[in-house]
């Protein structure tokens, strides 16, 4: 009897030992330190690739001289950060100094843009390098490579060993109950304007799964011109440079879908036929907001076009339409710089655009977008559920598909309550019900993609959380952080994003900025314009031209564009005046008007 059990335990106990003893990869512990490479050599043994990280030893845990040289020079993320928010007299002083600025603008560029793997070393199919990840760009790039497949728990060996139901975390983690107004007071004007930027770059293709795109991987204007050469047909109007246009209600607006036929463009339910616009983005319908910019857009194209034919009578059509491209393009990265991620950084250093300074640096002029960096943009919680024009207040589900408020109210009106409305408040449980399946949708996705652990991204930056009670300064938040995901290095990745605390005098977390940065940095600067052989007068039909990038501004853009004598309020952060009194303003920047 004895015998023969034993015969049965050695036969069925010990090769289940020997699953378990050996059936993960060692490399599911991340035992690579400082951003060496864990390659596995068998089942059971892994070697780690420390090159180029300044680092060695046998997990590239021992640091070298030079790089802790480097160490000391290169300041920790949260001294920077405070630095840059705080003594603003130092920065009005470094501001005026040009020479000061322009060494301090080189060295961000420098700094944020090296962060970035160029080229590209992985995607979502290989945890390895691969020369796919270079050259097929359906491939969205990852920031860190997909945990191994054969790992103990979804983020490794961290963690618990089935995730949270998806439902429970957007229920619990994201489910907006009272809304939280963006505490440096953004404006809904921000919150539309990122949303339209960046939908000309993140654009997953569902069909062929979450780590694919049909995107040209940076800040092609495809937003305001069409995903490609047919669509961007469809919109012009081949004289004189311009794209089509009506006129309703005595301004200027994009053609109907149904006088252009061939646009793509995303409807959902009943949308009638005066809501249904043909423009750049085919989800640029769903939102009055994102109708506001395609249109403003639209007209500076327009504009520029005339400003052009001025001085170059002797252009065709076609050369007043790429120059006029060519000058959208430059308009929008200045914007984009000295507005928008002014705004969000809410620096007292000027960030300034100036390609030229990396002229005589090494900087690669390509970029990839990164599936993490979709996912860390998706800022739903700055969405309201109700939005104020003019005051009329429409609540979410009157208000999306409904382009023709734009034209109801006019462009300036609209411009006007988008400038005093204020934006939601980037962090845990202020998603409203509308994007919710969004939120569920992206934690789903992470999951397939198998994105590493939150706090790996922070580790990989140098900065990682010990604890839950770092991570957040929300104790409800810590608590349910906790139950959900057990150890802090098991928290998946966008749940800790949008948990996190907010930074000092910021709109957001500290890793949504720091990975952010060097994302955004890279695509901005690596665009071809900005390259030592486009950044020049003639690329932008002259001077003429070229001083309408250089001069860009948000506040001309809409005023230039917008009828009338007197400009409406063009502000990404709301006016003392509009703040609702129960609003305590703390650190913000109305604190110092
Ligand atoms: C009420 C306003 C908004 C609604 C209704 C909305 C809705 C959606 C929907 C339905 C998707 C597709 C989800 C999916 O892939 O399954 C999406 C994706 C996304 N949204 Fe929003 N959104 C809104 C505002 C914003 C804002 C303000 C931002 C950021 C500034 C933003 C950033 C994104 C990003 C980055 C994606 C992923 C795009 C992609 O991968 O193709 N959204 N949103
Ligand atoms: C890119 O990869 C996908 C998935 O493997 C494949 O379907 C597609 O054909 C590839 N594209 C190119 C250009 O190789
Ligand atoms: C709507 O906004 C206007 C300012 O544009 C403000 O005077 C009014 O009080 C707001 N109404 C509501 C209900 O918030």
């Given at each position: 009897m004895h015998v023969a059990m034993n015969i049965w335990v050695t036969l069925l106990i010990v090769p289940l030992l020997y699953q378990t003893a050996t059936s993960w990869n060692p490399c599911c512990s991340y035992p690579c330190q400082n951003g060496g490479f864990c390659l596995t050599m068998g089942l059971q043994e892994y070697v780690c690739d420390c090159t180029g990280t300044g680092y060695y030893g046998g997990q590239c845990e021992h640091v070298t001289f030079m790089q802790r040289l480097r160490r000391l020079l290169k300041p920790n993320p949260e001294t920077l950060h405070h630095l840059l928010v705080n003594y603003k007299w130092l920065w009005s002083i470094i501001n005026s100094v040009t020479f000061l600025s322009d060494s301090l603008m080189t060295f961000v560029y420098l700094l944020r843009s090296n962060a970035v793997d160029s080229p590209p070393l992985y995607t979502s199919a290989h945890e390895y390098i691969t020369l796919e990840a270079s050259y097929n760009l359906s491939y969205y790039a990852r920031g860190l490579p997909a945990v191994p497949t054969d790992c103990p728990t979804p983020m490794g060996i961290k963690g618990k060993r089935v995730l949270p139901d998806p439902k429970i975390v957007v229920e619990r983690l994201f489910k907006r109950t009272v809304f939280k107004p963006e505490p440096m007071h953004s404006s809904l004007l921000l919150a539309y304007f990122a949303q339209h930027f960046i939908h000309q770059f993140f654009k997953t293709d569902h069909q062929k799964g979450p780590g694919f795109q049909w995107g040209g991987h940076g800040v092609d204007v495809s937003h305001v011109y069409g995903k490609n050469k047919h669509v961007e047909n469809l919109l012009r109007?081949?004289?004189?440079g311009k794209l089509k246009t009506q006129v309703l209600n005595n301004e200027e607006y994009p053609p109907y879908q149904a006088d252009v036929p061939g646009v793509p463009m995303t409807w959902m339910g009943q949308v009638a036929d005066n809501n249904k616009f043909a423009l750049g983005h085919q989800f640029f319908g769903m939102m009055p907001g994102l109708f506001l910019y395609a249109t403003i857009w639209m007209r500076e194209h327009n504009r520029v076009c005339d400003e052009l034919r001025r001085v170059h009578p002797e252009w065709d059509d076609e050369r007043l339409f790429q120059t006029g491209k060519l000058i959208i393009q430059g308009e929008t990265i200045k914007i984009v710089i000295e507005d928008y991620v002014q705004h969000l950084s809410n620096y007292h250093f000027l960030v300034t655009f100036k390609p030229e300074l990396l002229h005589t640096e090494v900087f690669q002029y390509q970029n990839r977008i990164a599936a993490e960096f979709d996912h860390m943009y998706r800022w739903h919680p700055l969405m309201p559920d109700e939005f104020n024009i003019s005051g009329v207040v429409y609540p979410i589900m009157e208000f999306?598909?409904?382009?023709d408020l734009v034209v109801k109210y006019g462009t300036k009106v609209f411009t006007d309550s988008l400038s005093r409305q204020i934006a939601g408040q980037?962090?845990?449980?202020?998603?409203?019900f509308l994007t919710q399946s969004v939120a569920l949708d992206t934690i789903e996705n992470g999951r397939k993609l198998r994105f590493q652990p939150y706090n790996n991204y922070r580790k990989n930056l140098d900065f990682p959380h010990t604890k839950f009670s770092e991570l957040t300064d929300d104790p409800e938040v810590a608590a349910t952080l906790e139950e959900l995901y057990g150890d802090i290095d098991g928290v998946e990745f966008y749940a800790g994003l949008l948990s996190e605390k907010r930074r000092e005098n910021n709109m957001f977390g500290a890793l949504v900025i720091e990975m952010g940065g060097p994302f955004s940095v890279k695509g901005l600067m690596s665009t071809p314009i900005c390259s030592p052989r486009y950044w020049k007068p003639s690329t932008f039909g002259g001077d003429v031209g070229f001083n309408i990038v250089k001069t860009a501004s948000l506040e001309k853009l809409f005023c230039k564009n917008i009828p009338g004598d007197e400009c409406p309020l063009i502000s990404f952060v709301v006016p003392p005046e509009n703040i609702p009194s129960s609003e305590k303003c703390e650190n913000c920047k109305n604190d110092e008007l």
């Open positions: 109007s081949f004289q004189d999306i598909f409904k382009s980037m962090t845990a449980r202020n998603h409203g």
